[in-house]
């Protein structure tokens, strides 16, 4: 058997105080793998203790059915008033013994169209387990001190962040752990080490990803101007239907728990990864997310402010060149001003968020807008002394009092002197729609409304198995037709123009059923037109490094465009 052992320094002797020793052994039967949880513990002093079960996490519901053959050494278990709560009947502050199995409660491999992958995987290969998911704990703080230690059989890859240490009940529940047959991939990024255990195929070699991380957490890192941390990701590819891409995962403070289908793209994955590498920070360290019923009206800081600061260090580090950052805004004011709930109040998230699609864009949205719009209301009112950054390292140095999302506007008060609550109370509660200064971006160009044609594909079609697009149809009266596409044709390259861009030329690059290779080009556009909003880059003086120092908030002094 390999073993890991995760332990706190003085765990043990903190045992009287509450301390809870994990082991967890994996292994290989005639019916495939099995998992085998113990924690032992000291029960409480009137002889009862509740025992929580895995519930509800990351949007995965009834998760105790993954807890079978529960075992109790020490006193008797009886049935909670809820089928996540366990009581334990024992003499006053007995050594208890809990065992349990955890089992896959669904058949089959992590799938796209599922999307219950967070939920434990038991395989006869491998195992996947978020500690969410699968671990049972007593009643404690979450800064209870807890030892674990690990197991599997031999030949088996193991990984787990419970390796990183110390561990308290929390670190265990925002845990991964993956064993079987996995690829384990370790480099050091400034003395900490970092490791990509991936099993399958995603369409991304291992050293690509692995280059990837090192420049997602090296820009991070000196965004936050922290030093790096042992980090681990772990890759589990999906199943999905011809044609589909699905990417994402979560971040779980020293780890991220990554799931792709077998067509991922660097440029996505990159997104992905530096998105979720930010919420190590944001709102983790920086006060925390709201919580309960509310907590989806705090995802306007926490989510939105976060594909804020991904682009930011992105473009910091030369992971993003500033025009791909100009593209990205573009994209967004396209997406927030054609989003049908854009104009909700925040309160309206609460219900919306979970079950409509607008909803669940909405605050990552609004909240990167408010966040481009508080970082030039700041530059232009100390003139370019201060802007949304310093709020942020200065929220992660506090001693946090309230969540976030509440500290947000005090903490810019503080550190600049600007009162934005009108604007929260604007923008944010009320929903009004964020109109971007025209001199947000600086030396990148202005914030214009300006007139552009339609975008208007003018064919159909699906992605082949080898995910290539095949056209289907072609509309006889739109503009694709004239230009020669014809179904069956496999669209092999877009070498100019891009998606939803009707104000440039496409150009792509088609297979004909016959096997020959054209270039065909045609304007997307039906001829109609409409108002977009966005950044006008200066054609005949763009300054590629003033831009870059704007996108990535390095520049200093006045903004280059004076305000309307």
């Keep these: 058997m390999s073993t890991i052992l995760a332990s706190l320094a003085g765990a043990l002797l903190m045992q009287g105080a509450g301390g809870v020793d994990y082991t967890i052994t994996i292994d290989e039967t005639a019916d495939g793998a099995s998992v085998t949880m113990r924690l032992e513990f000291a029960g409480e002093a009137d002889g ?42 024992h003499a006053p502050d007995a050594q208890l013994s809990v065992t349990y199995s955890i089992v896959q409660d669904r058949p089959g491999d992590p799938g796209a169209e599922s999307g219950d992958y ?20 007593p009643e404690r703080e979450a800064d209870t001190a807890v030892s674990v230690s690990i197991s599997a059989p031999d030949g088996w890859a193991l990984a787990s962040d419970l390796e990183h240490g110390p561990v308290l009940r929390d670190d265990l529940m925002t845990s991964v752990l993956v064993a079987g047959d996995f690829r384990i991939t370790e480099m050091e990024i400034d003395g900490a080490p970092l490791r990509l255990a991936m099993r399958g195929d995603i369409g991304v070699e291992d050293e690509a990803l692995m280059a990837s991380l090192q420049a997602v957490i090296t820009a991070n890192h000196a965004y936050w101007a922290t030093e790096t941390e042992p980090y681990l990701v772990t890759v589990l590819p999906l199943t999905a239907p011809e044609g589909w891409m699905s990417v994402g995962g979560t971040n779980l403070g020293d780890s991220f728990a990554f799931f792709s289908t077998s067509n991922a793209t660097p440029d996505v994955l990159t997104r992905i990864l530096m998105h ?62 054609d989003n049908p709930v854009r104009d909700a109040a925040n309160d309206a998230i609460i219900e919306g968020f979970w079950i409509d699609g607008n909803f669940q864009r909405l605050p990552y949205l609004r909240g990167m807008m408010f966040a481009a719009l508080v970082d030039n209301r700041i530059r232009n009112a100390t003139s370019g002394a201060f802007d949304v950054d310093d709020v942020l390292l200065a929220m992660r140095s506090r001693t946090p009092d309230n969540p976030a999302s509440e500290a947000f506007a005090g903490t810019v008060q503080r550190v600049t002197g600007l009162d934005i609550s009108d604007l929260i109370a604007r923008h944010i509660e009320a929903g009004e729609p964020i109109v971007l200064d025209a001199n947000t971006f600086g030396a990148c160009g202005p914030v214009a409304a300006v007139e552009e044609p339609v975008f208007v594909y003018g064919m159909e079609g699906a992605r082949n198995e080898e995910g290539r697009f095949v056209i289907q ?92």
């Design 473 to 564: 149809t072609v509309d006889p009266n739109g503009p694709a037709a004239p230009a020669g596409f014809e179904p069956g044709m496999i669209i092999l390259q877009r070498t100019g123009g891009a998606v939803g861009d009707a104000s440039v030329e496409s150009v792509l690059r088609v297979s004909t059923p016959d096997g020959d290779i054209r270039e065909l080009s045609y304007w997307p556009t039906d001829g109609s037109t409409q108002t977009v909003t966005r950044i006008e880059p200066d054609a005949a003086g763009f300054d590629a490094t003033a831009c870059t120092a704007r996108m990535a908030g390095t520049d200093a002094g006045a903004p280059a465009y004076p305000m309307p």
């Design 48 to 89: 009862e203790t509740v025992l929580h079960l895995p519930n509800e996490w990351g949007g995965q519901g009834e998760l105790w059915n993954g807890v079978q053959n529960l075992e109790v050494s020490g006193g008797e278990a009886h049935a909670g008033d809820t089928p996540d709560l366990v009581i334990l009947e």
């Design 276 to 337: 979720e590498y930010v919420h190590s920070w944001n709102p983790r360290l920086l006060g925390g997310g709201l919580e309960g019923e509310r907590e989806p009206t705090g995802y306007w800081f926490s989510e939105g402010f976060t594909d804020f600061v991904t682009q930011r260090a992105a473009v910091r580090a030369g992971v993003w060149p500033a025009e791909q950052a100009i593209e990205a805004w573009n994209g967004t004011f396209v997406e927030y001003r």
């Design 118 to 137: 967070y939920r434990p995987f038991v395989q006869p290969d491998y195992v996947h387990l978020i500690g969410n998911t699968v671990f049972a704990f």
